[in-house]
């Protein structure tokens, strides 16, 4: 087996560790049982809310095993195609000026490959370190029998949700500048079940697959993190004009459930109107509950009003592990190696990374580094009409990470 598994870390500090196969009883998974009454998933508050730029919100808690040696955190890393690698390389980097305690265990994916074998070495390394940080990997579209990597990560380790914070910075010049909305996905039903065929020559039937668990697990997870967070509105985006039957069943749930949390207002907006809205008056939305595929979709257009994809960071999260990205999943092929790609939507990734692994402190200094870069220094890489390059960006978060220090 080719290996394709490189440790960074040093391993002479390593000893051998057990897996256990996926159906195994750990104690994490005996804590989230534990906290079920009658179905439901009761969550506690993880962290603070800090309403500092791209803060830290508060996060129904998750059963995330860590793996931690001699003071330091493991985390898998997959750099991912296009400009992955390199942007992969800047966290790394400023984490290091830091001082962060964070060693990092790298897994290529080959988007070129047919088989899994290499996906299946990345979900070994992030059951093992039970966090990673993923660039984006390529889906090559003229294979039908191709498995998308991004896909088949969510589906295998049971990422059930997506969450997108678009928020207006000052120094990004925008059509709206009073943007505050969380996108809240669920990540792994609908359209991308992956259950299509072609049923005779020429006629391709695809499933929408919507169920009642992962339905209401969303909206429970929803409305918590709107209480924890003092979010006021929660808005279900649907087609249930259309398609009564699966997106009938999501919008029951959400309305369900919204009569636990009297104090949070909730309504609904079919996906159509949705979009357009979000375009033209997005100050009216606070949380936004989304499908798989609508989640994808007003994802990329929050993020395209706040300054586009080089800024924004995406979460995922499962019961037992966690992924952090960019918020928009592009690849960047075309500038690769032209150090012209903007570095702080990674940037932000890694930050969400420390808050989860709960190095709070290195995650603030960090942050406000990109806040110090993006809004008052206004380092901007051509995406957001500056001049600078990639390289510009991270040496002067790192100047002004290392003038906090």
Excluded: W
């Amino acid at each position: 087996m080719a290996n394709s598994v490189r440790l960074l870390a040093n391993v002479s500090q390593l000893v051998p560790r057990i897996v256990l196969p996926t159906g195994s009883t750990s104690a994490a998974r005996k804590v989230i049982r534990a906290g079920r009454t009658s179905g439901r998933a009761k969550y506690a508050c993880a962290a603070q809310d800090d309403p500092k730029y791209f803060s830290g919100q508060a996060q129904p808690a998750h059963a995330t095993a860590k793996a931690k040696y001699g003071g330091r955190f493991m985390v898998t890393v997959l750099p991912g195609d296009g400009i992955g690698p390199e942007l992969m390389k800047h966290v790394r980097e400023v984490f290091r000026y830091g001082g962060v305690p964070v060693d990092f265990e790298e897994v290529h994916l080959d988007s070129t490959q047919d088989d899994l074998e290499n996906v299946d070495e990345a979900i070994i390394a992030i059951k093992r370190n039970g966090v990673a940080l993923k660039g984006n990997i390529e889906t090559r579209h003229n294979s039908p029998n191709y498995k998308s990597r991004n896909v088949e990560l969510r589906l295998r380790l049971k990422l059930f949700v997506n969450i997108v914070h678009c928020k207006s910075q000052p120094g990004v010049p925008t059509r709206h500048d009073n943007i505050d909305i969380v996108l809240i996905r669920q990540n792994t039903e609908g359209e991308y079940s992956c259950a299509e065929h072609e049923s005779v020559p020429g006629v391709v039937e695809s499933m929408k697959l919507i169920t009642r668990e992962k339905s209401e697990e969303i909206a429970r997870y929803g409305f918590e993190f709107a209480r924890q967070n003092g979010r006021k509105k929660i808005t279900a985006v649907h087609k249930a004009n259309i398609m009564k039957l699966s997106d009938g069943l999501f919008l029951k749930c959400c309305t369900e459930i919204s009569k636990d949390y009297p104090e949070i207002e909730f309504d609904n907006m079919i996906i159509d109107n949705c979009s357009m809205q979000l375009v033209s008056n997005p100050s009216q939305f606070d949380v936004l509950l989304l499908p798989n595929l609508y989640g994808n979709i007003l994802t990329n257009i929050a993020c395209g009003l706040v300054g586009g994809p080089g800024i924004t960071s995406g979460r995922n999260y499962g019961h037992d592990y966690a992924v952090f990205e960019t918020g928009t999943r592009n690849t960047g092929k075309s500038i690769a190696g032209k150090n012209i790609a903007n570095p702080l939507a990674m940037m932000n990734a890694g930050v969400d990374l420390l808050d989860h692994l709960g190095l709070k402190d290195h995650a603030t200094v960090i942050r406000n580094a990109i806040d110090k870069t993006l809004n008052v220094d206004k380092v901007h890489t051509p995406d957001l009409g500056g001049q600078a390059s990639t390289r510009d960006v991270v040496n002067n978060i790192i100047k002004e990470n290392t003038v906090a220090q």
